[in-house]
């Protein structure tokens, strides 16, 4: 199973892992239904079964389709997307990413969030991380 979901994804693949998660399970029917500019039906079983390959996901049969599930969590395929985005993007730092999501809020962010991030660093801090 790839552990870097996201990292070796083209564009449309990545699409169809957020369908695929967004829905928990589908059909390449369903799956077809909810993409932006949606290719052919076949395009979309071959991106499929390309993407089971790679370890992306897995199917079971029920009747006469197959249904599509991600092969991995989602916490652990956040993890993996937002290690590729903080290296790509921020350097490898994940203060520099930090600090673009606080700017990005606006400063909007309600006391009960704050508190939450306060208990994450001092968790962290705690933990030697």
Not at 38 to 44: E, F, G, Q
Not at 67 to 84: D, E, G, I, M
Not at 115 to 122: N, V, Y
């Amino acid at each position: 199973m790839n552990e870097d979901i996201g990292t070796k994804l083209g564009r449309r693949e990545r699409q169809i892992m957020e369908v695929l998660y967004r829905l928990g399970k589908a059909s390449v029917a369903e799956v077809l239904a909810k993409l932006p500019d949606p290719p052919s039906y076949s395009a979309v079983r071959g991106m499929l079964t390309l993407l089971e390959e790679k370890g992306h996901v897995r199917h079971k049969r029920d009747g006469m389709r197959y249904v599509y599930t991600p092969a991995v969590a989602p916490a652990k395929a956040r993890r993996s997307a937002l290690r590729q985005l903080v290296s790509t993007f921020f350097g490898g730092s994940p203060m520099a990413a930090a600090a673009a999501l606080l700017e990005m809020s606006g400063g909007e962010l309600s006391a009960e969030e704050r508190d939450q991030l306060s208990a994450l660093i001092a968790r962290s801090e705690k933990e030697g991380r």
